[in-house]
Nanobody
């Protein structure tokens, strides 16, 4: 069974940090780019993605809104992708989803091969 499971969300004060994890199973993880997307309450999902990383760990993407604050990484030996989120802001509050894409573009929610169920991140003022 193919699964992408996110974890690490929670409630944090503005300026704080969280590390999200996405663990994959049921497919050849090394062949897939992994992306993080988010959807804030009452808003549409951010279409271009928050951050994505290629299967080879060579290419990464960050939305302008998170550059310098978020860092994506992957551990292919553990089938894991991490999103380290620092200097969190209330506007980062959202459900965060991870996706797996075989090929390009590396950030693609709609045409992703697999998607997780999401983890809630809430940043208080």
């Amino acid at each position: 069974e193919v699964q992408l499971v996110e974890s690490g969300g929670g409630l944090v004060q503005a300026g704080g940090s969280l590390r999200l994890s996405c663990v994959a199973s049921g497919f050849t993880f090394d062949d897939y780019a992994i992306g993080w997307f988010r959807q804030a309450p009452g808003k549409e999902r951010e279409g271009d993605g928050v951050s994505c990383i290629s299967s080879s760990d060579v290419v990464t993407y960050y939305a302008d809104s998170v550059k310098g604050r978020f860092t994506i990484s992957r551990d292919n030996a553990k089938n894991m992708v991490y999103l380290q989120m620092n200097s969190l802001k209330p506007e980062d509050t959202a459900v965060y989803y991870c996706t797996a894409v075989r090929g390009t573009p590396i950030c693609d929610y709609v045409d992703a091969d697999y998607r997780g169920q999401g983890t809630q991140v809430t940043v208080s003022t």
